[in-house]
């Protein structure tokens, strides 16, 4: 038996039951009515806005691909690489996992379209680099502006280690962009070469990238109640903190583990309005969008089958 093949899915089992049984603990005395009540608390301009910030983070991720497509220069129809970005995204999210898991859609979708096993490999890594360098970039600046956010999880203060922190993570992305401006030499790993992006690619992905993860926020922060609400930026860095422990966990969904960060990072607000506010997230991000996603994967197979691809 490939104990290697069994590993990462245990502990993401691991990592559910865990943070569940946390999350248990720190909602004991809160019923399902009470979450309801706090769902049905959320006003109708709340839930469009929610949507809305929805749309527009599934809408950058889509920008990842056009970003690596025109890193790798080939020319794939927008509506296509649109489909094919949202479906990657919406299963990968929800199973974790999300590269590898990504990269077979990737390979399945973009393979019919002429594109070949190292070009779809340079196309996932630079997807992958994106939201990296978006996270960092984001990071840095969260640090920077709201340091007291690492106050929420130490219960210490550590703010000048929080300011150093961002400053060190932007200079990071500063040398990324200066490393570009040199036209540094590709990476060769055996017979892959991933080429250093240009600076237009770079500017691309420092515009595009940050999108998806401020309006991914956006969801959570819009659905919140306004009684103790800390402020988008401070939403911002919770949720960060939050989904980038969720993707370590590798728990499918980071289900429990999001949720328990996330209510470690505001517990001076309402944890029946921070709850609601997450599911919401869950429905706009997660179940919806994969929920369409398995529609356009059926639909995509049964056109190729028809094709006498499949």
Same mark, same amino acid.
């Not at 527009?56 to 296509?80: E, R």
């Not at 990071?139 to 280690?161: W, Y």
């Not at 060190?168 to 200066?178: D, E, K, Q």
């Not at 919770?238 to 980038?244: A, D, H, I, T, Y």
């Given at each position: 038996?490939?104990?290697?093949?069994?590993?990462?899915?245990?502990?993401?089992?691991?990592?559910?039951?865990?943070?569940?049984?946390?999350? !248990?603990?720190?909602?004991?005395?809160?019923?399902?009515?009470?979450?309801?009540?706090?769902?049905?608390? !959320?006003?109708?301009?709340?839930?469009?806005?929610?949507?809305?910030?929805?749309?527009?983070?599934?809408?950058?991720?889509?920008?990842?691909?056009?970003?690596?497509?025109?890193?790798?220069?080939?020319?794939?129809?927008?509506?296509?690489?649109?489909?094919?970005?949202?479906?990657?995204?919406?299963?990968?999210?929800?199973?974790?996992?999300?590269?590898?898991?990504?990269?077979?859609?990737?390979?399945?979708?973009?393979?019919?379209?002429?594109?070949?096993?190292?070009?779809?490999?340079?196309?996932?890594?630079?997807?992958?680099?994106?939201?990296?360098?978006?996270?960092?970039?984001?990071?840095?600046?969260?640090?920077?502006?709201?340091?007291? $956010?690492?106050?929420?999880?130490?219960?210490?203060?550590?703010?000048?280690?929080?300011?150093?922190?961002?400053?060190?993570?932007?200079?990071?992305?500063?040398?990324?962009?200066?490393?570009?401006?040199?036209?540094?030499?590709?990476?060769?790993?055996?017979?892959?070469?991933?080429?250093?992006?240009?600076?237009?690619? #770079?500017?691309?992905?420092?515009?595009?990238?940050?999108?998806?993860?401020?309006?991914?926020?956006?969801? !959570?922060?819009?659905?919140?109640?306004?009684?103790?609400?800390?402020?988008?930026?401070? #939403?911002?860095? $919770?949720?960060?903190?939050?989904?980038?422990?969720?993707?370590?966990?590798?728990?499918?969904?980071?289900?429990?583990?999001?949720?328990? #960060?996330?209510?470690?990072?505001?517990?001076?607000?309402?944890?029946?309005? $921070?709850?609601?506010?997450?599911?919401?997230?869950?429905?706009?991000?997660?179940?919806?969008?994969?929920?369409?996603?398995?529609?356009?994967?059926?639909?995509?197979?049964?056109?190729?089958?028809?094709?006498?691809?499949?």
């Amino acid at each position: 038996m490939n104990w290697r093949r069994y590993f990462w899915p245990v502990i993401g089992i691991a990592a559910v039951a865990f943070s569940l049984w946390l999350l !248990i603990h720190e909602l004991r005395g809160i019923s399902l009515n009470d979450v309801w009540t706090g769902i049905a608390a !959320i006003p109708p301009r709340s839930w469009v806005l929610a949507a809305l910030s929805s749309v527009v983070a599934y809408a950058a991720l889509a920008g990842y691909d056009h970003i690596a497509l025109l890193h790798i220069g080939k020319k794939v129809s927008w509506l296509f690489v649109t489909l094919c970005s949202f479906t990657t995204y919406a299963v990968s999210h929800n199973i974790g996992g999300s590269v590898f898991s990504g990269a077979v859609i990737r390979y399945r979708a973009y393979a019919t379209r002429g594109l070949t096993g190292q070009e779809i490999g340079v196309l996932v890594a630079i997807c992958w680099f994106t939201f990296i360098l978006s996270s960092v970039f984001l990071g840095g600046l969260v640090l920077l502006l709201e340091p007291q $956010v690492i106050d929420r999880f130490t219960g210490a203060p550590h703010h000048g280690a929080a300011f150093a922190a961002g400053v060190a993570m932007l200079i990071l992305v500063g040398a990324y962009v200066f490393g570009s401006w040199l036209g540094l030499r590709p990476l060769k790993i055996g017979s892959f070469q991933l080429h250093y992006p240009a600076l237009p690619i #770079v500017a691309r992905q420092l515009l595009i990238g940050p999108v998806e993860l401020l309006a991914a926020a956006a969801i !959570i922060y819009f659905a919140l109640p306004e009684a103790g609400n800390p402020g988008y930026f401070v #939403v911002l860095g $919770v949720f960060m903190v939050s989904f980038s422990i969720g993707l370590l966990s590798h728990a499918p969904g980071a289900l429990g583990v999001f949720e328990v #960060v996330f209510l470690t990072g505001l517990s001076d607000m309402d944890p029946v309005g $921070v709850l609601a506010a997450l599911l919401v997230f869950r429905l706009f991000y997660l179940i919806i969008p994969l929920v369409i996603g398995l529609c356009l994967v059926l639909f995509f197979e049964h056109s190729q089958y028809s094709k006498g691809e499949g």
